[in-house]
């Protein structure tokens, strides 16, 4: 699957790693040390809660987990199925993330810990896009899977089998895509604190509107096209 995907997907993969990468560097930079756009060390911290007794915290966790769950379930909701097709609606949901995002910075600008719940929905939202966008191969707000993979192409490359050339450049792009982000989150929260989530929403609804502007013209062509393929017929 990954070897028939258009170039540009890479490209796109880069910038939503990038942005996904920032957003949880902000939530482990912020007063809560949060981890946003995965949640496999919550789920853990929600099993040690449930043993030493923390409710407030484990209440705090669960959400996150909700919101990160009603991200994705609204991306499943509105695209439906993971076929990869353009004619989806992708840029509505790259503006609710957007919303989302900026939703956060009040409440974290207030030490409330709504924001964060906001900021996982929003990461909820863009790993379903991916993962529906690109037939449930490529995630961007993590990259376990991804370094996963990458270790079993290598293993299987000492043996002797041939590296798929694309899929190693698509993963070692997330990669990079997601580490880039976090490096700019350490350089921009410390000036501009919760602010700083302008600059993702900013990207969302960046890749929205040229999400648009391509369907737009896409469209165009083919009613212009549409009666010189009927006239043939």
């Excluded at 695209?79 to 992708?90: F, P, Q």
């Excluded at 191969?137 to 490359?157: K, N």
């Excluded at 350089?187 to 604190?193: N, Q, R």
């Amino acid at each position: 699957m990954i070897s028939k995907l258009p170039k540009w997907v890479e490209y796109g993969a880069f910038i939503l790693a990038l942005t996904a990468g920032f957003v949880n560097g902000i939530g482990m930079l912020g007063f809560e040390h949060q981890a946003i756009s995965h949640l496999s060390g919550t789920a853990t911290l929600i099993g040690t809660d449930i043993i030493n007794s923390h409710p407030v915290k484990l209440v705090h966790l669960l959400c996150i987990l909700a919101g990160f769950f009603g991200g994705a379930m609204l991306s499943g909701l509105i695209l439906k199925d993971g076929t990869l097709s353009l004619g989806r609606r992708y840029d509505f949901l790259l503006l609710v993330e957007a919303a989302l995002l900026l939703g956060a910075i009040y409440p974290m600008s207030q030490s409330t810990v709504y924001g964060l719940y906001f900021a996982a929905a929003a990461c909820g939202i863009q790993n379903g896009l991916v993962t529906s966008y690109s037939g449930a191969i490529v995630r961007t707000t993590h990259i376990t899977g991804i370094i996963t993979d990458l270790g079993l192409m290598f293993g299987a490359w000492l043996r002797g089998q041939p590296l798929n050339q694309r899929k190693l450049v698509l993963f070692i792009v997330i990669a990079i895509g997601f580490i880039f982000g976090g490096t700019l989150s350490a350089i921009l929260f410390p000036m501009l604190k919760e602010k700083a989530f302008v600059l993702p929403a900013s990207i969302c609804v960046i890749l929205a509107l040229i999400y648009r502007i391509h369907m737009r013209r896409a469209r165009i062509h083919l009613k212009a096209i549409a009666p010189n393929q009927q006239a043939r017929d």
